[in-house]
């Protein structure tokens, strides 16, 4: 039995995850990532130790590579070589993740809670949760798509109905109007 | 241990991928990149979205804006805390809300949204009862009875008017053509807009009428400190950051 156990669990670590599963896994996993946080709070454990314990959970399942190309968009992905494409990748991905971690002290009892699944396409999941607080609710929606493999990983968030994605690439197209690509990575590298 | 093999064994089955020929994965490939630009492509230069005929002006005023809010009304906020306790500042926002009763009734009602105009009317009959004319809500702490947010311009847009191209005003902030038009109409069906001195009420003179609408303006600041300077840290670049999420956020406000 004690090796059953162990067999699964080392089993869902190795995929991200599979349609039927997204919202358990989901639930289960926000509901560690509050748990990390509130015992980090109760603890004073620093925000980089708690930062990596929560990406730890969510890296399978975030496609950063996926973002970050969908975050300067199709045109401009094509036009910029190899090297460009993963110095912008590394520095997409770091903003990405010191943007959540400077979030991480903002946290004072919200629940968290998975509410649906809602398929919008034979290849598109929308995963619907509600940050709760004591007067205010924000809905949060995290965006799955499936992969070549089959497996489902997210390409986006949405908090109150904003895309991060599109505020990056509103972002990257304004800046790219003025500029060349690699003062955008200069940029984008004094910032994160 | 055969457990573990087996189970492992059974995962692997499940994700073989079958060995297709390599153009049938390229064209699929660039289907799925042609969905994504496709769900994405609202910021792309032909979009009309980024007709922005104001563009000079509202970054400067995007920038005047910045500069009074973090130097000025900030700090006043921060005072203004110190001095009064929560409950009053709280109790202070909650009566002018309850007083744009009607704005959010009539825009309720515009928008087919019976249930939502009921909700709003027995938030005001309990609020402007029980809770002191409006000073605590009662209807949201007791009843868990949420306030149905509508302003004039999700209205227009209810009826299917764009958003125009986008204007930053001075202190208020981020808006469009058809918002500014719902920001007028609102200001004329909210009492607040009416208050002035008529001899027969508190105010003194129209000085005071002018003291009391700022007030109400650093109250709020007051109760939500720091959450534009945490806003403001997501972003590269101010400008198109504060306007793209503004014209995410109506379009998700007219779309509920």
């Known amino acids: 039995m004690r090796y059953l156990i162990i067999g699964l669990m080392l089993v869902a670590n190795l995929f991200a995850v599979q349609e039927d599963k997204i919202q358990i896994f989901m639930s289960q996993n926000i509901n560690n990532v509050v748990k990390i946080i509130k015992n980090g709070k109760e603890n004073n454990i620093s925000k980089d130790i708690l930062s990596q314990k929560i990406f730890k959970i969510f890296d399978p ?115 790219l109007k003025k500029s060349s690509f690699n003062e955008l990575l200069k940029k984008l590298y004094k910032k994160s | 241990m055969k457990f573990l093999f087996f189970i492992l064994f059974s995962f692997a089955c499940t994700y073989a991928t079958p060995i297709s020929n390599k153009s049938h994965k390229n064209t699929e490939q660039v289907q799925m990149m042609d969905d994504f630009n496709s769900e994405f492509a609202s910021t792309d230069k032909n979009d009309k979205n980024e007709i922005d005929p104001l563009s000079g002006y509202n970054r400067v005023m995007t920038n005047v804006n910045d500069y009074f809010y973090l130097n ?15 409950p009053i500042r709280k109790g202070v926002n909650n009566i002018l809300d309850n007083l744009a009763y009607p704005l959010r009734l ?97 105010l003194n003179s129209n000085f005071e009428s002018v003291a009391v609408k700022s007030t109400n303006i650093i109250n709020f600041s007051s109760l939500h400190v720091g959450e534009y300077e945490r806003l403001k840290k997501d972003a590269i670049d101010l400008y198109p950051f504060l306007k793209n999420i503004y014209e995410q956020r109506r379009k998700k406000q007219i779309s509920e």
């Open chain 1, 61 to 175: 399942v975030f496609d950063y590579k996926l973002m970050a190309r969908l975050a300067v968009g199709g045109r401009v992905w094509r036009s910029i070589n190899q090297s460009q494409r993963e110095e912008f990748t590394t520095l997409f991905t770091k903003r990405l993740k010191s943007s959540y971690k400077s979030k991480l002290d903002m946290y004072n009892g919200q629940t968290i809670t998975v509410d649906s699944i809602k398929k919008i396409k034979a290849n598109r999941i929308l995963l619907l949760s509600e940050l709760s607080g004591k007067k205010q609710k924000y809905d949060i929606t995290y965006k799955f798509y499936k992969a070549k493999n089959a497996q489902w990983y997210i390409y986006d968030v949405n908090i109150l109905g904003v895309s991060i994605i599109q505020t990056y690439r509103a972002q990257f197209s304004d800046e």
């Open chain 2, 72 to 86: 000025i009304l900030d700090p006043v906020a921060r005072g203004y805390k110190v001095i009064l306790p929560k």
């Open chain 2, 106 to 202: 009539l825009n309720n009602l515009l928008q087919f949204k019976f249930k939502n105009s009921y909700t709003e009317t027995q938030r005001f009959i309990l609020n402007s009862t029980i809770g002191l004319a409006g000073f605590m809500d009662v209807a949201n702490d007791k009843f868990h009875i949420k306030q149905k947010q509508e302003d004039f311009g999700q209205t227009l847009g209810f009826y299917g008017i764009g958003g125009g191209f986008y204007i930053v005003w001075p202190l208020l902030g981020p808006s469009n053509l058809r918002d500014t038009a719902g920001l007028i109409t609102d200001g004329l069906i909210n009492p607040m807009t009416y208050m002035k001195n008529r001899g027969y009420n508190l």
